[in-house]
Structures are given as C-alpha cells and as structure tokens.
C-alpha cells in the first residue's frame, strides 16, 4: 500500500499514463470519464442509503468507485499542469475561515430538522393514501 502525498499520486497518474500513451488525451475527455466516475458513487451512496438494494456490498464498492474519480482527478491535474496539493491548502484554508464551527452546526441541525419534518409529512401523506 502507498502512503503517497497528493504530488506523489499526481506524478504517478502522470506517468501511468505516459506510458501508455494517454497523456495525449484532451482534458474534456477526462472530465467526461469523471463525471462517469462520479456517476457510479452517487449509485453506491444510494445502496448505502438503502434507496437501492445491495447496501451490504456497497461499502467496499464505494471505496472502489471513489479511487476510481480520485484517479481521474489526479489524470486531470497532471493533464492540466497543475499543482494539487497547493490547491487543497489552499481551499482547506479558505474553508476554514469561511464555515466556522457553531454556525455551521446550528445550519446543520436546522438543515436537518427540515428533513425530518417533510419526511414525516410524506408519511403521513402515504399513511393517508395521498400522494406525497
């Protein structure tokens, strides 16, 4: 198993992809393969959820499915000549400072509460017989 920094698996992309010639592959073509990658976790997070069977084997699915767009990220910084490591600072920098914690929790739990009550609105709506 490697313990790699973000730089680390950027190059690896990079070259894996070299060697095979796909590195000539046009960034628009990357975008489309992860955005099909992004496709196939939101279908393991639904089996997880439950909203889809199968949420016994999703767990290991998901894993597979968010390396597979980790990948595709790497390709396309690498692709892209750009820096991702001093990217995510940078954005976990600006994360911080923009969500701090007590706001973002109290969001959070209005958020949440919302959900709970429109979710107990569908179900007395399917309890009645009305559509939700």
Known sequence: MRDWSLAQW???AAEFD???GWDATEA???VAHLTEELGE??????RL?????GAAEAQAALAGELAD??????????????DLGAAVAAKGAELEGRFEVAPSR???????EARIAAAEARL?????????
């Not at 959820?49 to 069977?53: D, L, R, T």
Request: hydrophobic fraction near 45%.
């Open 41 to 46: 976790v939101a279908r393991e997070v639904l």
């Open 124 to 132: 007395r709506a399917l309890d009645a017989g009305h559509p939700g």
């Open 69 to 82: 767009l980790l990948m595709m990220v790497f390709k396309l910084s690498a692709l892209t000549d750009l």
């Open 18 to 20: 070299r060697l095979r």
């Open 28 to 30: 628009s073509q990357v």
């Open 10 to 12: 950027q190059a690896w």
């Open 49 to 53: 959820e439950g909203y889809k069977e």
């Open 106 to 112: 109290e969001e959070t739990r209005r958020f949440l």
